[in-house]
């Protein structure tokens, strides 16, 4: 394996929303090389649309076959985004699995495989802080690298 490639929020919350729907890496990797985005239409609803994942990517050099082979980095995380992306890759709602507040997240449990999953795929603009463990899980915050440093 390579270094781990760079795709953006957006194209990471999109490729974890449709493996959340049962999307195999087989199924997003024919996609991605036969430009047919139907297998994806179970994944649409209001604000969730895949017409622009594959142009979007090219455009912006996002190497989508590397990415759902190998695993990415997110360039950038937003607030609202990470929560997002942490509910379609993990499951997690925010005020039900875990506590968020501007830069921050807190209290959140995974299991150390999920929190290994996340540092690798989370922006350097953001750092896990692991606390207690309960259990299988780890509890985490996931803190705004200036916030951290405060």
Same mark, same amino acid.
């Given at each position: 394996?390579?270094?781990?490639?760079?795709?953006?929020? &957006?194209?990471? !919350?999109?490729?974890?929303?449709?493996?959340?729907?049962?999307?195999?890496?087989? @199924?997003?990797? &024919?996609?991605?090389?036969?430009?047919? /985005?139907?297998?994806?239409? @179970?994944?649409? +609803? #209001?604000?969730?649309?895949?017409?622009?994942? /594959?142009?979007?990517?090219?455009?912006?050099?996002?190497? $989508? #076959?590397?990415?759902?082979? #190998?695993?990415?980095?997110?360039?950038?995380?937003? &607030? &609202?985004?990470?929560? !997002?992306? $942490?509910?379609?890759?993990?499951?997690? +709602?925010?005020?039900?699995?875990?506590?968020?507040?501007?830069?921050?997240?807190?209290?959140?449990? $995974?299991?150390?495989?999920?929190?290994?999953? $996340?540092?690798?795929?989370?922006?350097?603009?953001?750092?896990?802080?692991?606390?207690?463990?309960?259990?299988?899980?780890?509890?985490?915050?996931?803190?705004?690298?200036?916030?951290?440093?405060?």
């Amino acid at each position: 394996m390579g270094n781990i490639v760079k795709i953006s929020q &957006n194209t990471a !919350i999109m490729m974890e929303r449709a493996r959340r729907f049962g999307i195999t890496d087989d @199924v997003l990797l &024919n996609v991605v090389q036969t430009g047919d /985005l139907s297998p994806l239409k @179970v994944a649409e +609803e #209001e604000y969730y649309s895949y017409d622009d994942f /594959l142009s979007y990517a090219e455009e912006n050099g996002e190497p $989508l #076959e590397q990415a759902i082979r #190998e695993g990415y980095k997110i360039t950038f995380n937003t &607030n &609202n985004g990470l929560k !997002i992306w $942490l509910r379609e890759r993990f499951g997690v +709602e925010a005020d039900r699995d875990f506590t968020a507040s501007e830069g921050r997240v807190d209290q959140l449990r $995974l299991s150390q495989a999920n929190v290994e999953a $996340l540092k690798s795929a989370l922006a350097a603009n953001w750092v896990v802080i692991e606390h207690e463990r309960q259990g299988e899980d780890q509890v985490i915050s996931v803190v705004i690298r200036a916030l951290a440093a405060q």
